[in-house]
């Protein structure tokens, strides 16, 4: 009888194997991490660029609802939309002169986003930078070169930017306030520091009335390129994020900022200066904010003004989350929402929309790629 078990047992296992193994090796349907895809000869990116494709179309036709509730024709608003800032001269232009400072505040939330933190103040980080710099032209003008006073500009913008998300920092660390709530709050403390200025001791006495500080003289205005109305500000965004991407991917530094993003309480045990790390997470971004204040002033407003660097900070924020918080990819999200943001003027001239229906449409963009996008690739 054992001779029978035996017998009938070993012709029992083959086909077990070899029934799980087409399973396991076979050909299948592109995925969205684009492991089959490679198989099938597809390439990697195709997937990614489908799903981009599908959230962005779901996103337009959630606000062609919204354009025709408002008794607009969507198609008539899209080609308009179109039109004015891609097809029109200087508009082009003016999409990049705004993408630039949108580059370098989505900057100051890439860099803490590696280290788990949430940096909700590129705001007020801008507009302290632009407040420094402001402060540096007017004393340095009377007594320094050109070079000077605006590598004194780019320095103070640089530090008050870094300063101002030390507060959050020093709150974090410290007495362990959420940097997100103390980042956003101060938003508003920088806007009133600035009025308060702008309505008293900086007020331009030749502005007839307007609160606005001196205007910067020509010279240390950033200077344009031949022909064209864009400032040489804007290479300083692609030059910050370039050297973001290096710093994150190409240093130790940032490998240590992701190990404590991942999990802080195992890179303190495992030796890392956690404090040190997520101190100077913060200080880097709020630099870079910083910066965008300076380009804001020297490049775009040369004053300062109530609406100074208005919602830059926030649309930055969402240009950084669009991006998945990496740095080259942070350019063209800037681009995009710095053409949306460009587009405001013509659906409220043009389609005789609300100018802040735009708003609209840069969230319903937000959601519908990180909703979609995030759940494809949640159940892959």
């Not at 070169?145 to 530090?159: D, H, W």
């Not at 920092?169 to 007495?175: E, G, Q, S």
């Not at 950033?222 to 692609?238: N, Q, R, S, W």
Request: aromatic letters at 8%; hydrophobic letters at 55%; glycine letters at 12%.
């Amino acid at each position: 009888m054992s001779h029978d078990v035996t017998r009938d047992a070993g012709p029992a296992e083959p086909p077990a194997v070899t029934t799980a193994t087409p399973a396991l090796t076979g050909p299948t349907t592109p995925t969205v991490d684009g492991r089959s895809a490679r198989r099938t000869g597809v390439p990697a990116w195709v997937p990614t660029a489908l799903r981009w494709a599908g959230a962005l179309l779901a996103g337009l036709v959630v606000f062609g609802a919204f354009v025709l509730a408002n008794g607009a024709d969507p198609l008539a608003v899209y080609a308009d939309i179109w039109s004015s800032t891609l097809t029109q001269p200087g508009q082009f232009q003016q999409i990049v002169l705004r993408a630039a400072p949108i580059a370098l505040a989505g900057l100051a939330v890439v860099v803490p986003a590696r280290a788990g933190l949430v940096n909700v103040g590129g705001e007020g980080q801008l507009i302290v930078g632009g407040i420094a710099a402001a402060g540096a032209a007017s004393w340095l003008t009377p007594f320094a070169s050109v070079g000077g006073v605006i590598g004194g500009m780019v320095v103070a913008a640089a530090l008050a930017g870094a300063a101002w998300a030390g507060i959050a920092a020093a709150l974090r660390l410290v007495v362990k306030v959420n940097e997100a709530v103390t980042t956003l709050l101060l938003n508003y403390v920088a806007l009133y520091s600035m009025l308060f200025l702008i309505l008293g001791p900086w007020k331009d006495p030749a502005a007839l009335g307007q609160s606005t500080s001196v205007e910067l003289v020509d010279s240390v205005k950033l200077p344009v390129f031949t022909g064209t109305a864009v400032h040489v500000g804007v290479l300083l965004a692609v030059v910050a994020a370039g050297a973001v991407w290096f710093g994150l991917s190409r240093t130790s530094w940032g490998f240590r900022l992701s190990v404590v993003g991942g999990n802080a309480e195992a890179a303190r045990r495992a030796g890392l200066p956690v404090v040190r790390l997520l101190l100077t997470a913060l200080l880097v971004g709020g630099a870079l904010a910083g910066l965008a204040g300076f380009l804001q002033l020297a490049g775009m407003e040369y004053k300062l003004r109530p609406t100074f660097g208005l919602t830059i900070g926030y649309v930055a924020f969402l240009a950084s989350w669009l991006a998945r918080h990496k740095p080259l990819p942070l350019l063209l999200t800037s681009f995009v929402l710095a053409a949306i943001a460009v587009a405001g003027n013509s659906l409220q001239i043009g389609s005789g929309l609300p100018a802040a229906s735009v708003n609209i449409l840069m969230g319903l963009v937000l959601v519908a790629v990180l909703g979609w996008t995030g759940a494809r690739k949640g159940r892959a």
